[in-house]
């Protein structure tokens, strides 16, 4: 079983639509990622959490840390909106990086 | 000011040769890590430099080694390359503090290798 565990894998929805994206994970952690990839490659990061929860635009991180579950939420979602996200947990006995394997999101007009 | 820089964007090499890359942090960032990225594997930690220092290291071989210098540009460098070391290479760059990525991270475009 991988260390953190994203769900969906793929996802597919019309503009407009609410999106959530999921992120288990089962070590102890000092900080979570999320991150968003567009084709060709370049990453941006989108927020960094250690608790509670963080809003930028139309983009909300949540993070519950008992739990160790965090989800990413796309409101009004565009077509510009579709990319990778990548959840990534930082340990906090190793400040080890593990990456989840990513959802793939597809926003059609 | 200016993003991270990475060069070069793309390389082919054969099975066997070395590769050096490079990545230029954002000014004022101390802290430089290095991920590999392929479609079988994604994402995975390579190491982090830190004033110069490799303050930590993911489950690479030796093949993959990396340094950073006092303006706190980085290089990797993979020697005796396999077909598998084909992948996106990615910098990013940070302020530093406890670890690269416990703070805001800003990523490169990436460097695509490919080994023939």
């Known amino acids: 079983k991988n260390e953190v565990e994203q769900s969906p894998q793929n996802l597919t929805a019309q503009e407009g639509e609410f999106i959530t994206i999921n992120c288990s994970y089962s070590?102890?952690?000092?900080?979570l990622h999320w991150l968003q990839q567009h084709p060709g490659g370049g990453i941006v990061s989108l927020f960094m959490?250690?608790?509670g929860k963080k809003k930028h635009g139309r983009l909300i991180a949540t993070i519950n840390i008992q739990e160790k579950h965090s989800s990413l939420h796309i409101t009004a979602s565009h077509p510009r909106d579709s990319a990778v996200y990548i959840c990534a947990v930082i340990g906090d006995r190793d400040d080890k990086i593990i990456f989840g394997k990513g959802t793939r999101l597809h926003i059609l007009p | 000011k200016a993003g991270v820089t990475q060069t070069p964007r793309y390389l082919i090499k054969t099975r066997g040769q070395q590769v050096t890359l490079s990545c230029s942090p954002i000014?004022?960032?101390?802290?430089v890590s290095w991920y590999q990225q392929t479609p079988g594997q994604g994402l995975q930690f390579l190491f982090e430099?830190?004033?110069?220092?490799?303050?930590n290291k993911g489950n690479f071989p030796g093949r993959f080694s990396g340094r950073q210098f006092s303006n706190s540009r980085s290089e990797m460098n993979v020697s005796t390359l396999e077909l598998g070391d084909s992948a996106l290479y990615l910098c990013?760059?940070?302020?530093?503090?406890?670890?690269?990525?416990?703070?805001?991270?800003?990523f490169g475009q990436g460097t695509r290798l490919t080994v023939v």
């Open positions: 070590v102890g952690i000092s900080a």
């Open positions: 000014s004022g960032h101390r802290s």
């Open positions: 430099y830190f004033s110069e220092t490799q303050r």
């Open positions: 990013a760059s940070s302020a530093g503090g406890t670890g690269g990525m416990n703070t805001e991270a800003f």
């Open positions: 959490l250690s608790s």
